[in-house]
């Protein structure tokens, strides 16, 4: 059995109750409280070991309605020219701090929430460009502070599963990774999905789950090539992106914004493949179908909206003293985000952070 590219983290293993504490309570708090931030803040609170204790917003309305709704202690906004969040990095009473800004404020919203002491699990993508991601590694080491991004599905029993089974050799040698993700977003210039200012774009928003099959069943490729197709102010709409690998391996990723793609999965190689269930960044269920006719179905409870297990990550490695997650280390995000500057390199899209010095 080869290993496993991706760790497993204990939280995935069989058996292992995501919601039971692991240690000492830790007290959350919430920075842009929009859709996502809402169903994260809900697996949060099913963790037994959990407090929501604040929340953060550029509006007052926005924080004290999201608080209530939930159940935080104290909510933040921008007053007397102090942004929210940093109110919220002021508060002595939080621990971590979840960050659901744009992309393009991750940087800066971090930083800030490290140099204060507090720990972090911020949303994907970590930054807009390696650069940015180094930095934010540099600022937490310098603080001893945890720091991870939030890429979610590593730590699924579903995905770790599928890890389980390529790196057990049923399928031979893997040859060939197939993913894709999309759905239709109406063109609006204030939305932050097509504002070149916020990092938007299929690619940054996107990539990171087709890119976690190929990176989990084949590594780091040795060459990348990528296709785009861009708005007038250089907005990528959707893009194809081919992986090769020394082996002779490929995987090739689809995402889009304009397009409601399947969300399919599939592993091939060379004695079978693998298919994960729609959408591939939360399968329920896996398909293995081997050459030599045998089939089979295994799947997987969902909880909450299944963030649980990060969510456990997150709260496991803090207790335990760790600066850094040994399933989603800073090493791995950071060479995430270089893949994507080479990606973006190619096909034209360009941020002004690209060109800021950190």
Known sequence: MRQHILPVPPCAEPGVDPLAATGKNLRWGVVAPGQIARR?????ALLEDSVLQA???RSEANAANFAEEFGFISSYSDSNGVSGYQHLFNDPNVDVVYIATPHSQHREVAEAALTAGKHVLCEKPFTVNAAEARALAEVAAANGVFLMEAVWTRFLPSINRAWDIIGSGELGEIRWVQADLGFVSAYDRNSRLWDPAAGGGALLDLAVYPLTWALGALGFPAHTAAQATLTDDGVDMGNVLTLSYENGANAQLITSIVAACPGTATVSGSAGWLKASTPQCNPSDLTITTTDGRSRVEAFEQIGSNYVYQ????????????????????????????????????VGIRYASDQVTV
Not at 40 to 44: H, L
Not at 326 to 337: C, R
């Open 40 to 44: 994260v803040t809900a697996d949060i």
């Open 55 to 57: 929340v953060s917003s």
């Open 311 to 346: 969510l456990r990550e997150v709260t496991r490695c803090i207790q335990d003293g760790l600066t850094e997650s040994p399933t989603m280390p800073w090493a791995h995000s950071i060479a995430t985000m270089a893949l994507l500057d080479d990606i973006r390199e190619q």
